[in-house]
């Protein structure tokens, strides 16, 4: 019969496909010959996740014993993609699942697609946070993520007719299986209301906040394991619930939607995440998000500091905060309230105390993106807050006019912003309040000492420190490069796994042919299945054989697509004019979302679709040259997307870019990189070797040098004769022949005014093109270099950022695996 053809599974698998089949039928409810693929990756999630929870209980269990100090990464964006891979991963138990399931005819790849992608984060911030949450399990930092239940994640993103449009993405609609909702632990979250004032037993004056409304902040935990199962931490996020869930008076009286106004209100708090990465939301709803989110965390990590520890003051002892940019930075005033007016310390005692035990990682120098609130809407929202960052804000100006600061340092390192109609700066207020501010790239953080916090730095010299980014290699090289990591186990042994450094132990190889080989082939394999989700998708076919050219991230204008799809555009009008020379074939990948509102960036998605039609279409190309722009890009797509690429865009302006954290992951899977001398493509060029990989551009400092003596894009336009040429096309419609006016606002923008540098920049990026087109034509040149890359991208580490965090920022010790 049937199933006697399917294979026996043994030992471990043979208990596990026991517990599957057990969660089928007792917790999902299913009999085995009627469950469906979705049943099956429900029992599997519930089977993985018992025995993580075993290691969860010993970890939390263990670190009470302890009593040491813990982590609380405060971060409004956790952007974790699926979960059930890369925990079986991290369990071990991959191959014990695998077999498990084959048992009972059922693919653990094909159940595996179907887990809904958690996009509760916009990109790199919110991807960093999910990568520190598995590091900090992995080398052994007690941890709490602290974040938002969104209900609705990042938008999906449609593309009709080559524009974005967007349409909610409901990544709960079959439940969340590695979710425990914990209704008992729920703290009141109050807003607007009135101060009162007193005067206490010793004649000081004491302040009550009476909220005229109140929110419920509802936890609900996932655990997070690290690398072997060796530890289980925890990421805890809120949801908001209405203390009165209807208004009965108002039903009674026949209003049935006014009877529950309250309720959605309250509950509109964790419903939707904020879809713009660069400029600030400015709006109500945004900041009531960051202060629900902000006090559930600090109520919460309180109460467990002095139930375990009975006492206050030691609090900085006993708990990290890390502030995930400034979205959380009402914390330095929401500590300071619970520990004076709840606590009955004095305002030195605890602005030392919040100090201690607050640290701010900031992650842009964009003014338009640096958060700041209207005086009036905080008084309003969070009256005794605002009252505590007025005295915050006296006292730091004292101290900063003793240490002999003009007036133009004093109103630069205010926390008010007497400029733009009173605002608060929130990076200001986060700065004062921590003992330490770190970038996120060495270029970055000496960037954030010269502008942003050049007065602050003076003020409070030695505060601010670099941390570079890193990532997960579970996530971004075992998970979603099985092939490339089974090779380089087979090849250096295990070490690398439990230390990415290791990696370098792949360097003899880099030239061996054998190996070279191996390595090719893996790449195609990968390639293969790209070329399998583009068909699918775009219904466009594309060569594995060709060269596969990729820029994947947020649509933004300092990230320069469009100096790639520019450059795409010369390229195609080269080969038709030279059709005789030996061309290597591309396939241009692009892949992003655009804030809903960022009108250019949405012209940009546009563009490229609108150029992809074109010359996907155009038998002069003879498939030369491909362009698929891949919808909806996210965690789960990225997995598929970089470990098939062999050159990776990494070409912002420099001196925009934070760090970046997409070009880490490309290198490490054997792509090169194209990229500018910004953010940590700074360090990853000292890493991997000048020679292996592509800087081209201006510098940070000529980029800042040419805007202060005024940009000229028309002289860079008449100085390159194929740029002209590219931009007479898109502004007169070649593109678009149907609505030939549609890019002209595009190319005026570049020949008016071009902020980004992209005219600046675009003739020795096209140059470099060609010099890495010359490059592939030498197979065994090209895979050593990609081969070093990999070998030496291992500093890039997650787990190595996050020892640097703990021994510079949190003062912890860590562990090494293995
Ligand atoms: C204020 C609100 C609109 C806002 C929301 C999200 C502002 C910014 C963001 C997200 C910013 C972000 O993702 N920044 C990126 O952080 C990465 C991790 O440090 C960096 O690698 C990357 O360069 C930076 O752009």
């Known amino acids: ?136 399990a992995t080398v052994g930092v007690p941890a709490y993520g602290y974040g938002i239940r969104y209900e609705n994640g990042l938008f999906r993103q449609n593309i009709i007719d080559g524009w974005q449009t967007e349409s909610p993405e409901n990544w709960l609609a079959y439940g969340n299986p590695w979710e425990f909702p914990r209704r008992e632990v729920a703290y009141e979250i109050g807003f607007g209301g009135a101060v009162e004032a007193s005067e206490g037993w010793d004649g000081s004056a004491v302040h009550a906040w009476k909220p005229a409304e109140t929110v419920l902040a509802v936890a609900h935990d996932t655990p997070v394991v690290g690398w072997r199962g060796l530890r289980v931490n925890t990421l805890r996020l809120w949801s908001a619930r209405s203390p009165d869930p209807i208004s009965l008076d108002a039903f009674n009286a026949g209003d049935h939607i006014g009877a529950l106004t309250a309720r959605t209100k309250a509950e509109s708090i964790s419903r939707v995440l904020y879809p713009a990465d660069s400029t600030p939301a400015g709006q109500e709803l945004r900041l009531r998000q960051e202060y629900f989110f902000t006090s559930a965390s600090l109520q919460d990590l309180v109460r467990r500091h002095l139930k375990q520890h009975r006492e206050i003051r030691t609090l900085a002892q006993k708990a990290a905060v890390q502030l995930n940019d400034t979205h959380p930075a009402i914390a330095v005033a929401e500590l300071m309230r619970i520990l004076i007016d709840i606590h009955a310390m004095s305002w030195a005692d605890a602005f030392a105390l919040t100090r201690d035990t607050i640290s701010y990682t900031n992650h842009t120098l964009l003014p338009e993106a640096l958060e700041s609130w209207p005086v009036p809407l905080l008084e309003r929202l969070l009256p005794r807050h605002m009252q505590i960052i007025y005295a915050i804000n006296a006292r730091v100006l004292t101290e900063a006019r003793a240490a002999g600061a003009t007036d133009a340092m004093i109103a630069a390192v205010s926390i008010i912003d007497e400029g733009h109609g009173r605002r608060v700066r929130m990076g200001n207020l986060a700065f004062v309040g921590s003992h330490k501010v770190n970038g996120v790239s060495a270029l970055h953080s000496e960037l954030m000492k010269e502008t942003v916090f050049r007065d602050l730095n003076t003020v409070f010299p030695g505060r601010i420190t670099n941390k570079t980014n890193g990532i997960t290699p579970r996530r971004w090289l075992m998970t979603a490069n099985p092939g490339l990591a089974g090779l380089l186990r087979e090849t250096i042994g295990e070490g690398f796994l439990d230390d990415a450094e290791k990696l370098v132990a792949l360097e003899p190889f880099a030239r061996d042919p054998g190996f070279q080989e191996r390595f090719a082939a893996v790449k195609h394999a990968n390639k293969a299945r790209l070329a399998k989700t583009i068909q699918q998708t775009l219904g466009l076919r594309v060569d594995p054989a060709a060269l596969f050219d990729v820029q994947v991230k947020r649509m933004h204008e300092y990230k320069r697509q469009l100096l790639n799809i520019l450059e795409t555009i010369a390229l195609y009008n080269a080969i038709r004019t030279h059709p005789e020379k030996d061309w290597v074939p591309r396939v241009k990948v692009f892949a992003g979302k655009a804030a809903a509102s960022y009108t250019s960036a949405k012209y940009i998605i546009k563009l490229i679709n609108d150029v992809a039609k074109m010359v996907n279409t155009d038998p002069a190309v003879r498939n030369l040259l491909k362009v698929a722009f891949l919808p909806n890009y996210n965690v789960s797509l990225a997995e598929v997307i970089i470990p098939a690429a062999d050159l990776s865009e990494q070409i912002s302006t420099a001196g925009m870019e934070a760090s970046g954290t997409g070009n880490m992951k490309f290198a490490l899977n054997g792509a090169l990189t194209i990229g500018t001398l910004d953010g940590a493509n700074v360090e990853m060029r000292d890493h991997v070797g000048a020679d292996n990989i592509f800087i081209f551009g201006l510098t940070a400092a000529e980029v800042e040098a040419r805007r202060a003596k005024g940009l000229n894009p028309r002289a860079n336009i008449e100085a390159d004769p194929a740029l002209a040429e590219v931009l007479d096309a898109v502004g007169s419609g070649v593109f678009s022949p149907a609505d030939p006016q549609r890019h002209r606002g595009t190319v005026d923008n570049l020949t008016n005014s071009d902020w980004f540098l992209v005219t600046d920049d675009f003739t020795s990026y096209s140059a470099m093109q060609r010099r890495i087109d010359a490059l592939w034509g030498t197979p065994a040149a090209w895979r050593e270099k990609a081969i070093l890359n990999v070998a030496r991208m291992g500093w890039f580490s997650s787990d190595r950022t996050i020892r640097d965090y703990s021994d510079e920022i949190w003062g912890l010790p860590t562990v090494k695996v293995g």
């Open 1 to 136: 019969d049937e199933a006697s053809a399917l294979p026996e599974a043994t030992g471990d698998a043979r208990s596990f496909r026991d517990l599957i089949l057990a969660k089928l039928t007792y917790a999902v409810g299913k009999d085995p010959i009627v469950a469906r693929d979705h049943d099956w990756l429900r029992a599997l999630s519930l089977a993985l996740r018992d025995r993580i929870v075993d290691r969860w209980m010993a970890t939390t269990r263990g670190v009470y014993r302890m009593g040491g100090k813990r982590v609380y990464y405060f971060s409004l964006e956790f952007l974790i993609g699926r979960l059930l891979k890369d925990g079986l991963n991290n369990m071990g138990l991959l191959g014990t699942a695998r077999e498990a399931l084959a048992s009972v005819g059922v693919d653990l790849d094909v159940i595996a697609e179907l887990e809904a992608d958690a996009a509760l984060g916009n990109g790199g911030l919110g991807r960093l946070a999910a990568c520190f949450m598995e590091s900090m």
